[in-house]
Nanobody, 120 residues
Framework: VQLQASGGGLVQFGGSLRLSCTASGNIYNTIVMAWYRQAPGKQRELVARITQSDTTDYADAVNGRFTISRDSAKNAVYLQMNSLKPEDTAVYYC???????????????WGRGTQVTVSS
């Protein structure tokens, strides 16, 4: 199983970016999909997550500016980021809790990350 993220880049203060992540492999179900981020010198933190029933949860720092969504048919998750600030600069990681066709035990999978840089 692989998570492939895309959409990062350099943007000015106040700008927008949209991150995409698609899970591929022998997947039966994606229970939760999420985005985390890690800034230099800081711990990785949860940005937003969405369950298979479309319940969402956001970090306080991004609530009202970021929107997470998913396409279950494509095993994809998206993060629309608006009103970006320099403190949003980080490597953003896609994360999923999945079950496989051959193994129903839930497992967590991470993508490689995509860099988001916001200039002031």
């Amino acid at each position: 199983v692989q998570l492939q993220a895309s959409g990062g880049g350099l943007v000015q203060f106040g700008g927008s970016l949209r991150l995409s992540c698609t899970a591929s492999g022998n997947i039966y179900n994606t229970i939760v999909m999420a985005w985390y981020r890690q800034a230099p010198g800081k711990q990785r933190e949860l940005v937003a997550r969405i369950t298979q029933s479309d319940t969402t949860d956001y970090a306080d720092a991004v609530n009202g500016r970021f929107t997470i969504s998913r396409d279950s048919a494509k095993n994809a998750v998206y993060l629309q980021m608006n009103s970006l600030k320099p403190e949003d600069t980080a490597v953003y990681y896609c994360n999923a809790v999945i079950t496989l066709v051959t193994d129903i035990a839930p497992r967590q999978v991470w993508g490689r990350g995509t860099q988001v840089t916001v200039s002031s």
